[in-house]
Structure formats: structure tokens, C-alpha cells
């Protein structure tokens, strides 16, 4: 039996959707070709050695930016505290991220050669500098780019929108007569539309 109503398609995959999974698998195949690689050259001792330096120097990498971004937030607190804050050292702040240093120390930690040597790379001042502006400009770009229901849609969906085109910030407080002193809050009606 037909209603005439067109049926409804699916939403059209992404393309990270389907190629990070191949990718991932790429990835690890090459990983363990490469660990069987070395391992058949230099043996086995050795390749252990590798994968236990790159975890411990991983290991190492993570501490000292977990405490260097520790550090770098506490300072930031007692300088607002003190107020002697400016605009000039929230922008040094946040130009110091440990965001990258942090993935570098991951990507020593994981067993294999090639996210070793992303690892390594990554732990490079210039590179990582690089990197990380030209993270900052895509995520800028795709965020004024954003479309209905993406992450930059929800920034603005916190807002409230008035019909003449400014928005209000606010939240909504709702006090309700059966609420005084001595009266223990029961359960709420249910909203309705």
C-alpha cells in the first residue's frame, strides 16, 4: 500500500565517517610491518628496546606539560586574583597550549614506529608551532563555515535570538508560589509544548 509520502533516505555518511576506520587499519598494518621489519634486522632485543623508550620518554613528555599547564593555570589564577591580568598575558597563555606537546608524549607511548616518530616530530618547537596555527586558522575557518547541527551551531544555540535580530544572554529562573520557607520541593509537573 502506497500514501504518495516520499520515503525518507538516510543521512548521507561523512567522509571521516568512512575513512578513519581504513585509515586506522592502514595505520596499524603498517605499524606491525614495520615492527616485523626492524625486528628481522636488528632482533627482537631491539625493538623492544625501542617501543619501552618510546614509552617511557612518552611518559616523561606528558608529565612535564601536564605540570608546565598546571603551573601556567595557577598563575593565570593568582594573576586575576591580583589583577594585574591584562589581554597581552591571556593572549601568552593561551599561545603556550600544551595540547600538541601532550600529543606528541601520546603518540611516544603507543607501541610502534611510525607514531614514534609523529611522536618525535611533535616534541620540535618550530613544527609544533606550525602546527598549531595552522590548526587554529581551520578551526576558525570551519567554524565560521559552520552549518545547522554542526559543532559551531552549538555556540549559538546557547542564545537566545529576539525577533528583531539581538541577542539576549540570560538563563531562566523559574520561581514557583509553592516554594517558601518549610516547604520541602516535590516533583515538577511535566512541561507541555
Do not use: C, Y
Not at 567522509?15 to 595505520?27: E, N, Y
Not at 599561545?95 to 600529543?103: A, H
Request: aromatic letters at 4%; charged letters at 20%; glycine letters at 12%.
Amino acid at each position: 500500500m502506497t500514501t504518495g509520502a516520499t520515503t525518507p533516505t538516510a543521512p548521507k555518511r561523512s567522509r571521516a565517517r568512512t575513512f578513519v576506520p581504513l585509515g586506522i587499519a592502514a595505520w596499524l598494518v603498517l605499524e606491525i610491518w614495520l615492527l616485523t621489519l626492524v625486528a628481522g634486522a636488528a632482533g627482537g632485543l631491539t625493538v623492544f628496546a625501542l617501543l619501552v623508550a618510546g614509552g617511557v620518554l612518552g611518559a616523561v613528555v606528558i608529565k612535564r606539560a601536564g605540570r608546565r599547564a598546571f603551573r601556567n593555570l595557577s598563575d593565570t589564577i593568582q594573576r586575576q586574583q591580583s589583577g594585574t591580568a591584562s589581554t597581552a598575558d591571556a593572549e601568552d597563555a593561551r599561545s603556550t597550549g600544551n595540547g600538541l606537546l601532550m600529543l606528541g608524549g601520546l603518540l611516544l607511548m603507543l607501541p610502534g614506529l611510525v607514531s614514534d616518530a609523529a611522536g618525535l616530530l611533535l616534541l620540535v618547537p618550530t613544527f609544533r608551532t606550525a602546527l598549531g596555527r595552522r590548526a587554529e586558522l581551520s578551526l576558525e575557518r570551519r567554524m565560521r563555515q559552520a552549518s545547522p547541527g554542526s559543532l559551531g551551531d552549538a555556540f549559538q544555540q546557547a542564545r537566545i535570538h529576539r525577533p528583531d535580530g539581538k541577542i539576549v544572554q540570560g538563563e531562566v529562573v523559574r520561581e514557583d508560589a509553592s516554594t517558601g520557607p518549610g516547604h520541602e520541593p516535590g516533583p515538577r509537573p511535566p512541561l507541555t509544548s
